[in-house]
């Protein structure tokens, strides 16, 4: 079964800076990876998604996420973090054989202004 | 909002009552999921539907029970939970099949069993 791995609990930065939040995943074929956030009180959000094709992904609110089939990861990134963009992030994958979506344990994302 | 509507946000209950959780999509969708979320750890998938057929239970205890009427609501109804049962339960949809679909998610139900 395909499963994901976040490795860090959580991740701080200044903003302005750079961000990077990592996923790695495993799957017996071709993936599907997600990203989600998710805010206080709320439910998981959908960023952006790979399906094939480019390795660098654009999603919403300024995110992008870089697949590295060799590395099997899906690191997520912002050129330049926001206070708002402080939250819980999720990874996720689907082999393209079956109908689960397996998520990560999340991410804790603070941006300090 | 995302479309997908849950009720009640909040749920105190007892070990020996009877609730019910609720979920409405107002996105076409014919794939319904509810998941349970605990701190620091990865969401766990509990039951699936497509077209309102059950397609997947992922060894959840009997004191879950889920319904699906129509493939635009589902319920999970709860009975003599234990309270490790206290997390969020969250409720998605998205289009049925083995595509790379989205799910979307509605806000949640945060349930403390005492």
């Known amino acids: 079964a395909q499963s994901v791995a976040q490795p860090e609990d959580q991740v701080n930065v200044a903003e302005g800076n750079p961000l990077t939040v990592k996923c790695t995943y495993s799957?017996?074929?071709?993936?599907?990876l997600f990203w989600y956030v998710q805010y206080p009180n709320r439910g998981l959000q959908f960023l952006l998604k790979?399906?094939?094709?480019?390795?660098l992904v654009k999603g919403s609110y300024g995110f992008e996420a870089e697949f590295n089939k060799s590395q099997t990861s899906f690191h997520l990134k912002k050129p330049s973090a926001l206070v708002s963009d402080s939250a819980l992030y999720f990874c996720?994958?689907?082999?393209?054989?079956?109908?689960?979506?397996?998520f990560g344990a999340g991410t804790r994302l603070t941006v300090k202004p | 909002e995302t479309g997908v509507t849950q009720t009640p946000r909040h749920l105190v209950m007892g070990m020996t009552n009877k609730k019910s959780l609720k979920c409405e999509q107002h996105?076409?969708?014919?794939?319904m999921y509810w998941y349970k979320q605990s701190a620091k750890k990865p969401l766990e998938l509990m039951f699936v539907?497509?077209?309102?057929?059950?397609?997947e239970n992922n060894s959840v205890p009997s004191r879950f029970s889920p319904e699906c009427p129509n493939s635009s609501h589902l319920f999970l109804h709860l009975h003599t939970l234990q309270p490790e049962d206290s997390a969020l339960y969250l409720c998605a949809s998205s289009q049925p099949g083995q595509g790379a679909y989205e799910q979307y998610f509605g806000p949640g139900t945060r349930l403390t069993v005492t």
């Open positions: 996720a994958v689907r082999d393209l054989n079956n109908n689960d979506m397996r």
């Open positions: 799957v017996s074929g071709n993936p599907y």
């Open positions: 539907y497509n077209f309102k057929e059950q397609t």
């Open positions: 790979y399906i094939t094709g480019d390795n």
């Open positions: 996105l076409g969708h014919n794939a």
